[in-house]
């Protein structure tokens, strides 16, 4: 009997201890150390309790609560740069797209975002990814603007900004003209949103024409789309995204077609990337 005694009040002594116990260290004496602060919080310090330690933790998960603590992986996932993009069950090959933020676009997966570390593509939770911004133009059956900012709601993504610059070139153009390039060359991924071409004085040739092309290549306004007959501002919206091969001077090319005057002004508004 007097055996149970002493082993209850070993046990009281144990647990009085404990309780006030501040510090636990686990893996020997060089170990970092757990550390009650307060009685309110736990600190994760280093062995002789001089400054705090890493700690590391599980990302979130499809299982997560709203107390689950993020990692730093969370934290640089939270507004993803999305460099790739691929529809369900067609995902590129790991390592293909190392160590950049990718978002699936169709299939039962669509409105994902995933990253590949080299090794693995790994599936950020939506909640992690409330907000995403395109460095490419994202087709599917969910289409993102390149450059773009968006916010996640439901299923669906709505776009709040865009990392590009609003800018203008303008062309002045006479009857006595023929080609002209402009002094501004558009770049890759540059977006042309709009054409204006403003007449100013009439031409009083047969038939005169004018059209615009990106580098020689692609015609973006084409002789039917103004009459340089008469004195009027025709505006043409476009939102035409520029591959390579359009980068490089507007070529403007008149047909004054035997006019003896006429005179006025292409102003091309476009949308380039913010470097």
């Keep these: 009997m007097y055996g149970v005694f ?11 201890t404990l309780k006030s116990i501040k510090t636990f260290q686990i893996g020997g004496r060089l170990a970092p150390i757990i550390k009650s ?19 590391e933790a599980k990302g979130i998960t499809n299982n997560y609560t709203l107390d689950q603590v993020p990692n730093l992986f969370d934290l640089s996932a939270r507004i993803p740069f ?17 160590n950049k933020f990718g978002f699936i676009h169709s299939g039962t997966d669509k409105g994902k975002v995933v990253y590949d570390n080299g ?13 995403i911004s ?23 993504f709505i776009k709040i900004s865009e990392y590009r610059a609003n800018k203008s070139i303008i062309i002045p153009y006479t009857f006595t003209d023929t080609i002209i390039y402009s002094d ?28 615009i092309e990106l580098n020689g290549n692609t015609e973006i306004l084409s002789t039917n789309e103004s009459n340089l007959l008469i004195n009027e501002e025709f505006i043409l919206l ?17 047909n004054p077609d035997s006019s003896s005057v006429g005179n006025g002004v292409i102003i091309i508004n476009y949308i380039e990337p913010i470097n």
């Design 238 to 254: 476009k939102n035409y995204n520029l591959s390579l091969a359009d980068s490089g001077q507007i070529k403007l090319t008149l």
């Design 6 to 16: 002493l082993m209850i009040n070993l046990f009281a002594n144990i647990l009085g």
């Design 82 to 98: 999305i460099e790739f993009s691929y529809a369900t069950g067609s995902a590129p090959t790991a390592g293909t797209n190392s």
């Design 119 to 131: 090794t693995s593509l790994i599936e950020i939770e939506d909640i992690v990814s409330s907000t």
């Design 184 to 211: 501004i060359s558009l770049s890759e991924l540059s977006r042309v949103n709009q054409i204006s071409n403003i007449i100013y004085t009439a031409f009083d040739g047969a038939l005169p024409t004018i059209k």
């Design 134 to 156: 395109t460095k490419v133009i994202i087709t599917g059956e969910v289409n993102l603007d390149i450059f773009s900012l968006y916010i996640r709601s439901g299923s669906n």
């Design 37 to 55: 602060f307060n009685n309110a919080k736990f600190q994760f310090r280093n062995s002789e309790d001089t400054t705090f330690v890493e700690v």
